[in-house]
């Protein structure tokens, strides 16, 4: 499978209630470290290699499009991350399909143990489409494995993202450039006043959604954080909505697994 979904990024404005709270949620959350820029994370480390990065800026970062959705529009998602096959050959392939891109960005966390971890990263210009991360340090430093990949309220995986654009003709043309693939599925979703264009990213189902009109859920959210996620859902025992205020404003949703 050429992409799988690398982390999913939801800013916070106080790091500790934000881990306590994911805790109650019934997540195992670990500590991450701090980045140069002088923001730290936690991370919830899921059981199929994606994993949740739960940041807070101390300080501003002006220039920073993280920095810069968490002020205008406080706590909640703010940026999703695929890890392709061939982080090189991705790159140039976007580019020559038109897709602007910065990078490839040189990144890097120091951990509580004090060791540093390192990656790259390719971010584009219009964020409807995710960045692209590879490891410049082996993985298992970055995204753990074993028993913190454990959760007590049973979430295995991603099921879905969701990512509001505005035009979405434009964008489903950004994600087949990006996946390589077709979408599964175009259309309006009856009754709720937005398009749709979904991929598959093996059982991942990547949804990309426009409004049809002002009040449309699409709207709201591009409103308030401009284009890019706005839900998610994990695989887990049964189907339920998180509470927003624990989850500090990102949508989440536990979801049953389809019977095969």
């Avoid at 298992?140 to 979430?155: F, S």
């Avoid at 599964?184 to 979904?198: I, K, W, Y």
């Amino acid at each position: 499978m050429p992409f799988t979904i690398d982390h999913i990024v939801i800013a916070v404005a106080d790091l500790d209630r934000a881990t306590r709270d994911y805790e109650v949620l019934g997540f195992t959350v670990l500590p991450g470290g701090e980045h140069p820029r002088g923001s730290r994370n936690a991370l919830v480390v899921l059981a199929d290699g994606a994993y949740l990065e739960i940041i807070a800026f101390p300080k501003p970062v002006p220039g920073f499009r993280w920095w810069e959705v968490f002020a205008a529009a406080g706590p909640g998602f703010v940026d999703y991350a695929l890890l392709p096959d061939d982080f090189e050959v991705d790159i140039a392939r976007q580019r020559a399909a038109g897709v602007a891109l910065d990078g490839p960005i040189d990144g890097s966390r120091l951990q509580p143990d004090g060791s540093r971890i390192a990656w790259r990263s390719a971010r584009p210009i219009e964020p409807d489409i995710p960045f692209l991360v590879e490891d410049t340090t082996p993985r298992h430093l970055r995204v753990p494995e074993g028993a913190p990949r454990i959760h007590a309220n049973g979430v295995t995986g991603v099921a879905a993202v969701t990512v509001a654009v505005r035009d979405l003709a434009a964008s489903t043309a950004r994600y087949r450039a990006l996946l390589k693939q077709e979408p599964v599925a175009v259309g309006t979703v009856p009754g709720l006043g937005f398009g749709l264009a979904q991929f598959r990213l093996g059982e991942q189902l990547l949804s990309i959604v426009a409004p049809r009109g002002d009040g449309a859920a699409p709207a709201s959210h591009l409103a308030a954080r401009g284009q890019g996620i706005c839900a998610l859902s994990f695989f887990g025992p049964a189907n339920t909505a998180l509470d927003l205020g624990l989850s500090h404003g990102a949508p989440l949703e536990i979801v049953q697994r389809p019977r095969s």
